[in-house]
């Protein structure tokens, strides 16, 4: 079973499982050679699946909290006064610092975990260098797409499009992480590409209490369709990268990966932010913030933390699971956004949106039990294989 097969990965569970093993030996010599009582036995395992599964769900919460939050407080930024596009890419990136603390703490346990490969192993430090440059300036064209795509589109109409990424996200996996291609993936492809061209058609941005600039309805679904299969693009890329290049998918090669992707990504969008001349504008634009200056400086930093809590949600996904898992996870969220946005936006949830919405909910379902019937093969293979070895 998947999460069997994962559960090695996160660093200590080794040694955690090897100072049980330590402590049973230390009772047995110490009661003559007694054996321990046949309870005792399966407690370990039964710790450790508890473990990752408490470890799984922490960064689902992770994932579907900062997401919803820092999606909602992008639209809060526009709708009091806020039109820095660069601004925006920059919070999206910009809270790596938070995880500092992590790679401080992995770092100084690395010697003593026997998960983490040699330093021998570890690729050159001019091609990591190469590879999270790369990483993070697709990040920040991404970002760029996504705050363009939220300016121009009421929340609930973009997170619904945002929903496409999990078919995008089945094609790049295909082609690049060789996953399989099954009927009810390339139902939910068809699902999910069929819900996100409903609401182009129907131009979902009538109705919305947002103030949306007049006729970028059509730039604005194409920004976040695009930005939907770069982000998909991504998160594979990512995944060949643990596979074929860093060869470990720990935590403490996630953190790494995302804190230096992240970085340059950030890098890139403070660069993109002067060179547009966009900062001359900041101080103007916080003075006529509808809500106040101090408003105008929580709403950033909180859509900064709230971004860098998705962020690390989703690395701690492709660490403990995949990311494909990670994708669809990310797409659950979809169902929250538009009924956030109608709750605090004033969003019109009409009849075209609604449906929209239940076949990509249909679509992420599909995908999700496809998933699990996968897993389900694997573990019938695992006893098989166990019973014939017996």
């Not at 430090?125 to 939220?150: C, F, H, P, Q």
Request: hydrophobic share 45%; net charge positive.
């Amino acid at each position: 079973m998947e999460q069997n097969k994962q559960l090695n990965r996160w660093p200590g569970r080794a040694g955690i499982g090897g100072q049980e093993g330590r402590d049973d030996h230390g009772q047995r010599a110490g009661d003559g050679g007694a054996c321990p009582p046949p309870v005792a036995a399966p407690r370990p395992a039964l710790s450790k699946r508890l473990t990752w599964w408490a470890l799984v769900l922490v960064n689902v919460v992770f994932v579907l909290a900062g997401q919803s939050v820092a999606t909602l407080l992008g639209r809060i930024y526009y709708d009091q006064g806020g039109k820095s596009l660069w601004m925006q890419t920059v919070v999206q990136s910009c809270g790596t610092p938070l995880a500092i603390p992590l790679l401080l703490y992995f770092r100084a346990t690395r010697k003593s975990s026997s998960s983490v490969p040699p330093a021998a192993a570890r690729p050159p430090l001019a091609k990591l260098a190469a590879i999270y440059a790369g990483l993070g300036v697709l990040l920040a064209g991404d970002n760029l797409m996504y705050s363009y795509g939220l300016l121009y589109l009421p929340m609930s109409t973009y997170s619904i499009i945002c929903a496409s990424q999990v078919s995008f996200n089945a094609v790049f996996s295909y082609f690049l992480n060789k996953e399989k291609f099954r009927a009810l993936i390339l139902n939910s492809v068809v699902l999910l590409t069929f819900s996100a061209a409903l609401v182009g058609v129907s131009h979902g941005s009538d109705g919305s209490g947002s103030d949306i600039p007049t006729g970028k309805f059509p730039a604005g679904f194409a920004l976040t369709l695009s930005a939907s299969a770069l982000f998909s693009l991504i998160l594979s890329l990512m995944q060949l990268t643990f596979e074929e290049v860093l060869k470990s998918d720990t935590l403490p090669t996630v953190l790494e990966m995302q804190f230096w992707s992240n970085t340059a990504a950030a890098c890139v969008s403070v660069a993109g932010l002067f060179a547009s001349g966009e900062w001359r504008g900041i101080a103007g634009e916080m003075a006529a913030y509808r809500k106040g200056e101090v408003a105008y400086a929580m709403t950033l930093a909180w859509t900064a933390v709230s971004w860098q809590l998705c962020t690390m949600g989703l690395m701690g996904l492709v660490a403990a699971v995949s990311s494909l898992f990670t994708n669809v996870i990310s797409t659950v969220g979809t169902p929250l956004s538009p009924v956030i946005a109608v709750i605090f936006l004033g969003d019109r949830m009409d009849g075209v949106k609604l449906l929209a919405m239940l076949i990509a909910v249909w679509g992420l379902l599909s995908y999700v039990y496809q998933h699990y019937l996968d897993d389900r093969a694997k573990e019938e293979q695992l006893q098989a294989g166990k019973i014939s070895a017996e």
